[in-house]
């Protein structure tokens, strides 16, 4: 295997396919809590556009600095989400640390929402808002989970397990 061969990185096409499903969801997110507003299980309860409205979500959920870190999560998950997709095309030595960098913050953002929204949701402990459930939403806890197992993969294996002989041809 010559030198150019080995710097080149290469992605399994499930380790890609994982890669930009969670890259895209967490872009999306992101781009809806900063330019939108989040989706509430009710009308009942409508929160202003942008991180401000956000920050009363996080607010209401027991977040500390709460505007500070609706910012904070808004730029995590597109920053983040952009570049885990992103680390799939670089060399090896660059995509093995950007996985890392970019999937750590991404998995400690699905931890915080795991634990202060889905998991009490699934319990029967919705968010309340003006005495108003508004986390009463069934897809909250699957994709949280999926997230969140996606993002710890690719902590522990950010990179694929097999490599390219000078051939061209995989091998594990």
Known sequence: MSPRDSARFVESPHRFALRVIAGVVFVFLGQVKFFASIHLGTDAVVLPRGPEGFAIYLSAIGVPFPLFNA?????????????????????????????????????VDMLVAFF???????????????????????????????????SFYLVVNPMPSFQVRASGEATT
């Open 71 to 107: 910012y904070m999560v808004c730029w995590v998950e597109m920053v983040c989400g952009m570049l885990l997709m992103v680390a799939a095309f670089l060399p090896r030595s660059f995509s093995l640390h950007l996985t890392r960098l970019t999937a750590l913050p991404l998995m």
């Open 116 to 150: 202060t929204v889905g998991l009490p949701n699934a319990l029967g402990h919705p968010v309340r808002m003006n005495n108003i459930a508004v986390t009463t939403q069934a897809w909250r806890l699957p994709l949280e989970v999926a997230l969140l197992l996606i």
